[in-house]
C-alpha cells in the first residue's frame, strides 16, 4: 500500500470535549499455545464526544476486532480501555451486558430486526432490558422512529418494509437509550446506493445533533461522508485522523 | 426486565411459530391425557369398587361355609353353617348388634303366565338392616312369620316390575314350584353389587325356604348359605371376628382346619383396593413415561430452536440482554409450551374419563389434586428439560452468533 500521506495528519480536529472513546495500547491475542494470532498489536486511539468517525482498512486488519472490543462484545486481551471515561477493559460479562444496553447503539449490516415483532416494538427492545416503564418506554420508541422518518410504519413488521426502512428501524433502536457512543458496522453494506444515502444522511443528522458517531465501513463513498477516517492494517492503526480529502488522494 | 415482560415477550415468539409450538406441545398433551385418563380411570375404579363394598352394609361381618384356604379352590364347599349357629352368636358374642343368616336359591317365579327368574333370600327379619335393605310397600317379614312358616314373599323392584307390571302385587299370589306365596311387601331398588342384581330378590322367611322350599336339613338344623353380622362399633369389628372365629370353632369341633370364613368388609375393601391401586400404578407408570418422551420432545425442539435462532440471541445480547435474560427467556418459553401442553392434555384426559364414565358403570373420579399434580409436573419437565438448551443459549457468544448468516 502507497501513500502520499503524512501519517498523523490534523486537519480537522473537532473543538475538544469529553473523551467518549479512549484506547491504551489495545492487544488481542486469538488462540492458545502456540498457534497465537494477534489480532491487535497495540492500537491506542482516541475518540472525542460529537465526532463522526470511519473505520477503515482490509479485511484482517483488525477493524472489526476493534469495533468488538469498543462495542463491548470482546475483551482486550491486555491494554486499557476508557468508555466514558469508565475501564471497562476487564469487567465481566454480567457489567458489559449493562454498558452495551446503556451507553453503547449497534447497528449492523444484516439489521438484525425480530421477524415476529413489529417496528416499535423491537425499537422498544433495549428499554426492556434496561427495565424503562412501559409508558415511557412506547414514548421514546415513537419519538426515535419519528426521528428517523418512520412515524408512518410503526406497527409494520420487518417483512412489511423495505431495507432501507429496516435500517432506520434498526437506527432508532440503537440511539432509543440515549447512547453516548453509536456504532454501525457496515450500516450500508446491504443497501443499494439510494437507500445507502438515506440512511447516510440520517447518520449524519444524528452527529450534527450531538451524538458520537463510529462505523466501520469498505466503502470510500460511505466513508467520504464521515469527518474523520481511521485506518487500520495489520492489527494497527495506520492512520488515525485522515479527512475525506485525503481518501480521494489516496490510493489504497 | 420482569417476569411478567418475559412471558409476554416468550408468548409473542411461540405465537409467531404456532405450527411449532403445537407439535412441540403434543407430545406433552398426549403424555399428560394419558396420564390423567389412567389415573382418572383408576380412581374411578376404586370408588366404584367401595361404593360396592359399602352397599353390602356398614360394619358387616360375613360368615361363608368353608375354611378360607377352600374359597380359592374351584369346588363349591359343603353347607357347614347352621342356623343354630346364628342363633348361638346373636346371644353368646356381646358386641354383635344383629344377625342376619340367609339361605340362597334361585327359582323361576310366576303370577299368571308371567315367569321371571328369582334370586331366593331365605332371610330373618333382621336381614333388612344388617344388608341396609329398605321397603318400599308393604311390610318385610315378621319373626311371627317364621315361626309360623307362612307362606309370604317380599320382592324386589324389578322383579315385582317384571311379574306385574302395572298391576299392585301387595296381596296377590305369586307360584314358585309347587307352592304359592303371598305378596306382602316390594323392596326399594338397590342396583347390583359385585355383578348381582339385588332387585331381582325374592325374600322369604328362612324356615319356609329351608322347610318347603329346599326341602333339606342337616343333622344339625337347618342349613344356611351364609350368615351377616353386624356390629355395634366399628372399632370391635375385630374382636366381633376373634370371638365368632372361636364359638364356632367350638360349636363345630374343630380341631383341625376351619370349615368356615369370617370376612370382614375392611379386608374386602384392602384386597380390592390393593388390586386397583396397583393397576392404577402400573397405567399410570406407562403414560408417565409417554410424558417424559414429551419432554426430550421438548428439549429436541429447544435446541434446534436455539441454533435456528443465534442471530437473534446475538442481536439481544448486543443491545444488551445478560446471560439470565437469555437464559430465562428459552427455559420460560420451555415451560410455557410444556404447562400449556400440560393443561390442554389434562382437559382431554378428564374428557376421556367422564366419556368412560358415561358409557360403563365407573364412576368419573379424578381428583383436583390429581389435576394440579399433572400439570406441575408437566411444567416441572419443560423447566428440567429447557435448562440444557437455554444454557447453551446464554453462552453463545454474540460476536459469533451476530456473524452466522
Known amino acids: 500500500m502507497k501513500t502520499s500521506l503524512s501519517p498523523l495528519q490534523n486537519h480537522q480536529q473537532p473543538p475538544s470535549k469529553k473523551t467518549i472513546v479512549k484506547l491504551e495500547n489495545i492487544k488481542k491475542v486469538y488462540g492458545m499455545g502456540e498457534i497465537e494470532v494477534q489480532a491487535l498489536k497495540g492500537v491506542s486511539l482516541t475518540v472525542e464526544q460529537g465526532e463522526y468517525c470511519s473505520i477503515m482498512g482490509a479485511s484482517g486488519s483488525g477493524k472489526s476486532t476493534v469495533m468488538n472490543i469498543v462495542g463491548c462484545l470482546d475483551r482486550p486481551s491486555t491494554g486499557a480501555y476508557y468508555l466514558d471515561g469508565v475501564n471497562v477493559a476487564q469487567m465481566s460479562e454480567q457489567e458489559l451486558a449493562k454498558i452495551r444496553n446503556i451507553k453503547i447503539g449497534f447497528v449492523f449490516q444484516q439489521f438484525h430486526l425480530l421477524a415476529q415483532l413489529s417496528a416499535l416494538d423491537n425499537v422498544m427492545l433495549p428499554m426492556l432490558y434496561a427495565g424503562v416503564p412501559t409508558g415511557e418506554r412506547r414514548k421514546r420508541a415513537t419519538e426515535a422512529l419519528i426521528r428517523v422518518g418512520l412515524e408512518n410504519r410503526i406497527q409494520n413488521k420487518p417483512n412489511q418494509l423495505s431495507g432501507g426502512q429496516q435500517q432506520r428501524v434498526a437506527i432508532a433502536r440503537a440511539i432509543v437509550n440515549r447512547p453516548v457512543l453509536l456504532l454501525a458496522d457496515e450500516p450500508t453494506g446491504a443497501l443499494d446506493s439510494k437507500t445507502t444515502q438515506e440512511v447516510m444522511d440520517i447518520f449524519t443528522e444524528l452527529n450534527a445533533s450531538g451524538m458520537t458517531v463510529m462505523m466501520v465501513t469498505h466503502e470510500t463513498e460511505v466513508a467520504r461522508q464521515t469527518r474523520r477516517i481511521v485506518w487500520f492494517k495489520d492489527g494497527e492503526v495506520i492512520h488515525s485522523h485522515l479527512t475525506p480529502e485525503d481518501l480521494h488522494e489516496a490510493t489504497f | 426486565m420482569n417476569f411478567l415482560e418475559h412471558i409476554k415477550m416468550a408468548s409473542t415468539t411461540l405465537l409467531a411459530n404456532k405450527m411449532r409450538s403445537s407439535l412441540t406441545m403434543l407430545g406433552i398433551i398426549i403424555g399428560n391425557a394419558s396420564v390423567i385418563g389412567m389415573i382418572g380411570i383408576g380412581e374411578g375404579a376404586q370408588s366404584f369398587v367401595n361404593a360396592q363394598v359399602n352397599s353390602l352394609g356398614p360394619n358387616v361381618l360375613f360368615i361363608i361355609p368353608g375354611s378360607p384356604e377352600a374359597q380359592s379352590r374351584p369346588v363349591y364347599p359343603p353347607q357347614t353353617l347352621v342356623l343354630a349357629d346364628a342363633e348361638a352368636i346373636a346371644e353368646q358374642v356381646p358386641v354383635v348388634e344383629e344377625v ?32 341396609s335393605f329398605d321397603v318400599a310397600r308393604g311390610r318385610f317379614m315378621s319373626d311371627l312369620d317364621l315361626k309360623r312358616n307362612e307362606q309370604i314373599v317380599v320382592l324386589g323392584s324389578e322383579l315385582a316390575e317384571q311379574l306385574f307390571g302395572n298391576e299392585d302385587p301387595l296381596g296377590k299370589q305369586v307360584r314358585l314350584k309347587d307352592i304359592s306365596l303371598q305378596v306382602v311387601g316390594v323392596m326399594q331398588p338397590k342396583g347390583s353389587t359385585f355383578g348381582t342384581n339385588q332387585d331381582m330378590n325374592a325374600f322369604i322367611p328362612i324356615t319356609t325356604m329351608a322347610n318347603r322350599i329346599v326341602g333339606e336339613t342337616s343333622p344339625y338344623g ?102 439470565q ?62 435448562v440444557i438448551p437455554a444454557k447453551r443459549a446464554a453462552q453463545l457468544d454474540p460476536i459469533v452468533a451476530l456473524r452466522s448468516a
Open chain 2, 100 to 131: 342376619a343368616p340367609s339361605l340362597n336359591g334361585s327359582e323361576l317365579m310366576s303370577y299368571r303366565g308371567k315367569n321371571a327368574s328369582a334370586s331366593l333370600i331365605g332371610a330373618t327379619p333382621e336381614y333388612l338392616s344388617v344388608r
Open chain 2, 325 to 386: 435474560d437469555i437464559l430465562a427467556q428459552f427455559i420460560i418459553e420451555a415451560v410455557i409450551l410444556s404447562a400449556a401442553g400440560g393443561l390442554l392434555g389434562t382437559a382431554i384426559g378428564v374428557g376421556g374419563v367422564f366419556l368412560v364414565a358415561a358409557v360403563t358403570p365407573l364412576s368419573a373420579g379424578i381428583s383436583p389434586v390429581t389435576i394440579a399434580v399433572t400439570v406441575s409436573v408437566s411444567g416441572g419437565i419443560g423447566l428440567f428439560f429447557g
Open chain 2, 222 to 323: 337347618t342349613q344356611v348359605t351364609f350368615i351377616s353380622v353386624s356390629i355395634k362399633n366399628p372399632d370391635s369389628m375385630k374382636a366381633a371376628q376373634f370371638q365368632i372365629e372361636n364359638l364356632l370353632r367350638l360349636r363345630h369341633k374343630i380341631t383341625d382346619e376351619d370349615d368356615f370364613t369370617v370376612r370382614n368388609q375392611k379386608d374386602l375393601m384392602n384386597t380390592l383396593g390393593q388390586i386397583t391401586g396397583a393397576l392404577t400404578l402400573v397405567l399410570a407408570a406407562t403414560a408417565a413415561i409417554s410424558l417424559f418422551v414429551g419432554g426430550i420432545g421438548i428439549m429436541n425442539i429447544m435446541l434446534v430452536s436455539v441454533t435456528e435462532r443465534t442471530q437473534e440471541i446475538g442481536l439481544r445480547k448486543a443491545i444488551g440482554a445478560s446471560q
